[in-house]
């Protein structure tokens, strides 16, 4: 079955030590995207890339880092420099870009305490 | 004030009735798209459209693109069509790597 898949769903860190959210998608999709979610906001968009070894800068990517050295996998790091880390991730993929259907992994819920 | 609109914010209803959920934004778009959230986290595209109508089941989107404005309709709902339901929009006037999203309606149907 094709999908795109995240790891792990929970994930506990203590303040000051990077993270690293796994996404891989079997689509063969070109767009991977990094999203944020917050309770009482909408999703907002960390990083984003539509090609391998290229990425750009979301509106909230202070903080985040990202590589995309294989098509399928588009690991996302969350520093310590991220001010406010605790939040639910959700890594998408699309063909090409928004103008297509977007597809969601399970999300990761990050708690740093 | 948010560039994408969602209303309701909360929604219940009882199984079989017909339910709207509205999304109304400020900035000319490409596209735009409805999303399903369910309690678990994971997000499921439930349409793309830029023009007109489309229909999935029970599911029916329309979009005025004049009057910035779409709907989403669920006839007949049941129980299992709770979830939290996300409007975003492709802006016409970025690149299309971009989606602005609603805050989204929280729609709960009871038996």
């Known amino acids: 079955d094709g999908g795109i898949t995240q790891s792990p769903k929970y994930l506990f860190r203590k303040e000051g030590q990077n993270v690293t959210l796994s996404c891989e998608q079997n689509l063969n999709h070109d767009a991977m995207y990094w999203y944020r979610q917050d309770p009482g906001q909408g999703l907002r968009l960390i990083y984003y890339?539509?090609?391998?070894?290229?990425?750009q800068k979301g509106d909230i990517a202070e903080g985040y880092s990202v590589s995309r050295e294989k098509k399928e996998s588009f690991p996302l790091t969350v520093t310590s420099a991220q001010k406010n880390p605790t939040a639910f991730y959700l890594c998408a993929s699309s063909l090409g870009s928004t103008l297509y259907e977007q597809y969601f992994g399970p999300g990761t819920r990050l708690t740093v305490t | 004030k948010n560039e994408v609109e969602q209303s309701p914010q909360n929604l219940t209803a009882q199984e079989g009735e017909f339910i709207t959920i509205n999304c109304s934004y400020s900035?000319?778009?490409?596209?735009l798209h409805w999303l399903q959230q369910h309690p678990g986290g994971g997000i499921v595209s439930l349409f793309m459209?830029?023009?007109g109508k489309k229909k999935h089941g029970r599911l029916i989107a329309t979009i005025n693109i004049q009057e910035k404005h779409s709907s989403l309709h669920i006839t007949a709902s049941h129980p299992r069509d709770s979830a939290v339901y996300i409007c975003?929009?492709?802006?016409?006037?970025?690149?299309?790597?971009?989606?602005?999203f609603g805050t989204g309606t929280r729609l709960q149907v009871f038996p």
């Open positions: 900035v000319g778009i490409s596209a």
């Open positions: 975003a929009v492709v802006p016409a006037s970025y690149n299309t790597d971009k989606l602005i």
């Open positions: 890339s539509q090609i391998v070894n290229d990425f």
């Open positions: 459209l830029s023009s």
